[in-house]
């Protein structure tokens, strides 16, 4: 039988109210059982809970009773609102749990659950996991416009293009003694898929866009040792994450700090000194600092401006994505400064506000500074460029192949789009998605 799930949806420690919610079949009789009766619908009502096993009062709460399937989960649902201590928290917990056919929830289970009664769909369900782990405003706005449904908009006038391309196809199929795709209709079908073509496109590169704002602007802090590294990210974050030292080669490992600038997430990581070393440790360090600093969206390549330095290693960041910045700015006088070059102290804080700055100018190109992008995520972005893919396919066969052929593509590419918001998926997608949220959600 399908069990009733319980959780707290507020996270653990003392709070004025602690939000307990229950989904499933059991809700009516457990709000008989502890709260003596079941108050009307969606209204708040106060109400006594005890322990049915002794009467024992456990607290006095409002009690919310939503029953299904016009709610969350599209199953019957209670709330219990009740004052937050760890003693009234762990009375309640023991007392549902002596309840038959009610069990403690899984992290994600009531959105399971609200999916699998098609309540919501995984691009939703994302948006919503997106909105829960938001830290800047960006971020925030990117995870509630994903809610809002864009996607649905983009995705329905892309299927229309498809189907109408199929039912161009199956009427020739039905229609004609031949084969063949009659030459009228396949430049058609062709320019229908071509438009198509061109949407998913620029869809799937605007998604970049996004994994920005959701993963934050990576900056990598390289340079050899002892050049300012660690210092200049204390100076950044004003916090003291690095270990400064006057020893070369301490950061053996990488620290990273995040920053809101305008808004969105800047994570920058402090690298080892990248340096040709004997040590075992720490040429670790340096073979993980040289690869981070290839997955990077920017690298600040750090010199001292008190002495010759060397030039970045070869190959170290794509073009555009490289930065010199010359450290300990106050060992200079500011007369020998040349202006095309970007100095700063860590020490005095010389230049690092027209740092913060400069780097928060690039992280809002990467975002795209423009509207936000439909596709927030890399499984999103791969069901598009599955669908992309088999439009190409069908295309290019549309000249040499049967209607049949092409259809079974365009077919595929339908499949992909339903992955995109799980119409159809595997398991272990459904898995990876809903073990993202908190128990309780
Ligand atoms: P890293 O090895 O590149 O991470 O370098 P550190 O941040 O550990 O700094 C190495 C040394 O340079 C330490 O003694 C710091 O105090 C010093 N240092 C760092 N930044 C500045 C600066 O802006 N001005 C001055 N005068 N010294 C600095």
Redesign the pocket.
């Known amino acids: 039988m399908h069990k009733t799930i319980f959780a707290f949806a507020t996270p653990e420690g003392r709070s004025a109210i602690a939000v307990l919610r229950l989904s499933g079949p059991e809700c009516r009789a457990v709000c008989t059982k502890i709260a003596g009766d079941v108050p009307s619908p969606r209204t708040g009502s106060v109400r006594v809970l005890r322990d049915p096993r002794d009467g024992d009062v456990i607290d006095e709460a409002i009690v919310f009773w939503t029953p299904g399937p016009g709610s969350f989960t599209g199953e019957d649902c209670l709330e219990f609102h009740v004052h937050g201590s760890r003693a009234v928290r762990s009375a309640l917990l023991a007392t549902l749990g002596s309840l038959p056919d009610c069990i403690p929830a899984g992290p994600g289970e009531f959105t399971l659950r609200a999916f699998l009664n098609g309540k919501t769909d995984l691009v939703k369900v994302e948006g919503l996991a997106d909105l829960l782990e938001a830290e800047t405003q960006v971020q925030r706005r990117q995870a509630i416009s994903q809610r809002s449904g864009a996607v649905h908009v983009r995705v329905g006038a892309w299927r229309e293009k498809l189907l109408g391309a199929m039912a161009l196809l199956e009427a020739s199929i039905d229609f004609s003694d031949e084969d063949d795709v009659r030459t009228d209709l396949k430049s058609e079908v062709g320019n229908a898929l071509g438009s198509l073509e061109i949407d998913l496109v620029r869809e799937i590169g605007r998604a970049r866009y996004a994994e920005v704002i959701r993963d934050g602007f990576k900056v990598a802090i390289a340079?050899p040792?002892?050049?300012?590294?660690?210092?200049?990210i204390n100076a950044l974050s004003r916090r003291d994450l690095?270990i400064?030292?006057?020893h070369?080669g301490?950061?053996r490992d990488i620290l990273e700090a995040s920053l809101e600038i305008d808004g969105m997430l800047v994570r920058f990581f402090?690298m080892a000194?990248l340096r040709d070393t004997e040590d075992p440790v720490e040429r670790i360090g340096v073979e993980r600092a040289r690869a981070l600093a290839a997955s990077t969206d920017l690298v600040l390549w750090?010199r001292s401006s008190d002495q010759e330095m060397p030039p970045a290693p070869e190959g170290l960041a794509h073009e555009g994505r490289l930065r010199h910045i010359f450290?300990?700015?106050?060992?200079c006088s500011a007369s020998a400064f040349e202006p095309s070059r970007i100095y700063?102290?860590?020490?005095?804080g010389y230049g690092i506000a027209e740092l913060i700055e400069l780097i928060g100018e690039l992280a809002a190109t990467a975002a795209g500074r423009g509207e936000p992008a439909v596709l927030t995520n890399a499984r999103q972005a791969s069901c598009v460029s599955q669908c992309y893919e088999a439009v190409a396919r069908a295309k290019s066969l549309l000249s040499v192949d049967s209607a049949e052929v092409v259809c079974e593509e365009l077919r595929a590419a339908n499949d992909a789009l339903s992955r995109l918001t799980g119409r159809i998926g595997p398991e272990e997608v459904l898995g990876a998605i809903f073990s993202r949220f908190c128990i309780g959600k």
């Open positions: 340079g040792p002892n050049v300012g590294k660690s210092s200049l690095a400064v030292t006057e070369a301490t950061t402090d000194g750090l450290t300990k700015a106050d060992l700063v102290s860590s020490k005095s």
